[in-house]
């Protein structure tokens, strides 16, 4: 128990270190570079920083056992030698092409949560911002969490690109975990920043603003993509244009105010649907 407790204390702090390194990157750029004027300790800010340090710890632990699961199946069943190939590749390939197939698994997953009304209960929590920074990114439901990095994880392990031999540590799956909680926080800032062409190329936040925004009906449901827009293009759904931000954020449907309520919400939906 005391190793646990241990472990559990250096996580925190290390989350800590985390905060305040983000913090004294994104505020000072927040405030010079600003889309929208807004406060830095905006509605919602203390709740935020609960899911910052929940969802850095809980969905982790909850992946473990359907990922090891998946990955020992399909070791258990490929025999063709791919695996012994995938791990000759060069790790930035690799890297690469983790990026690549794990944002085709991540658009669905999202799209999904969007799609499907169960889902959408639970990834409504993430939408009910009506101001965007850099902290709505951690304002995710754990379990909704847990299924879009699922989703994205799933065809990286099917296809052997984390951990190929599973005889050793393999470093991609974190790289593709801190690279893509990296990019998440960049696509939520409150940053007023374009990048012309590149913009189609790679998720930037007036990309992903357009994803949040609640201007009506044709706005919504576009871009799912967290890294590469060019996915959005490819399913239809991309929206950005060039000289337009949103003008609100949000849903229209009633989302409890306080962090606790949040976690609570979409699960007494469905128990009053059980009963």
Known sequence: MQHYLQSFAL??????????????????????????????????FI????????????P?????????????????????????????IPLLTRFMLVIIVGEFGSYWGHRWSHEIPLLWRFHSIHHSAEEMDW????????????????????????LGLAQPTGKTVDLVPLLYALF?????????????????????????????????????????????AAIFPWVDKFFGTFYLPKNRWPSKYGIDIPIAPSFAGQLVQPLKWQLRNED
Not at 188 to 217: M, Q, S, Y
């Open 11 to 44: 996580d925190v702090f290390r989350l800590c270190i985390w905060l305040v390194l983000l913090i004294v990157i994104f505020v000072p750029l927040e405030t010079f570079c600003s889309q929208n004027r807004q406060k830095v300790f905006r509605k919602g």
């Open 60 to 88: 982790k632990f909850l992946l473990i056992l359907p990922i090891s699961i998946i990955a020992k199946g399909v070791h258990h069943i490929e025999s063709s030698g791919l695996y012994a190939w995938i791990a000759d």
């Open 180 to 224: 893509g909680t990296i990019w998440s926080f960049f696509i939520h800032a409150n940053i007023c920043w374009r990048f012309g062409w590149l913009e189609k190329l790679v998720a930037t936040p007036a990309f992903h603003h357009w994803h949040h925004t609640n201007d009506g009906e044709k706005y919504i449901n576009k871009n799912y």
């Open 135 to 158: 902290l709505v990114n951690t304002r995710t439901h754990p379990l909704d969490m847990f299924f879009t990095r699922l989703c994205g994880l799933i065809p990286i392990y099917l």
């Open 47 to 58: 709740a935020d920083l609960g899911y910052y340090f929940l969802n850095s710890l809980l």
